[in-house]
Nanobody, 119 residues
Framework: QVYLVESGGGLVQAGGSLRLSCAASGIIFSISVMGWYRQAPGKQRELVATITSGGNTNYADSVKGRFTISRDNAKNTVYLQMNSLKPEDTAVYYC?????????????WGQGTQVTVSS
């Protein structure tokens, strides 16, 4: 069993910044990909950014140049630095991790953290 605990959400004015963190815990053999997704009211969950264990990153076009994903492999933690926030970034942000346990593969989600950007 892998548990993901997110933190760092909140309310911020447009143009402001927030930093999200997500720590994975459990008897984890390896984590290949960690990422952030978001879901706004009435919309489907969408990719925000992912990062591999080797540091390769992928971003949604809507956040390129404003958001930066990073990870600390030793701590099984992923971060999302969000700058120049816009009201359309308002959503529940979910952390995702995929990898291997001693018993097999896992694909786990966090409980979500609310990000609200006021205009």
């Amino acid at each position: 069993q892998v548990y993901l605990v997110e933190s760092g959400g909140g309310l911020v004015q447009a143009g402001g910044s927030l930093r999200l963190s997500c720590a994975a815990s459990g008897i984890i053999f390896s984590i290949s990909v960690m990422g952030w997704y978001r879901q706004a009211p009435g919309k489907q969950r969408e990719l925000v950014a992912t990062i591999t264990s080797g540091g390769n990153t992928n971003y949604a076009d809507s956040v390129k140049g404003r958001f930066t994903i990073s990870r600390d492999n030793a701590k099984n933690t992923v971060y999302l630095q969000m700058n120049s926030l816009k009201p359309e970034d308002t959503a529940v942000y979910y952390c995702n991790a995929q990898g291997r346990l001693m018993s097999g593969r896992f694909d786990s989600w966090g409980q979500g953290t609310q990000v609200t950007v006021s205009s």
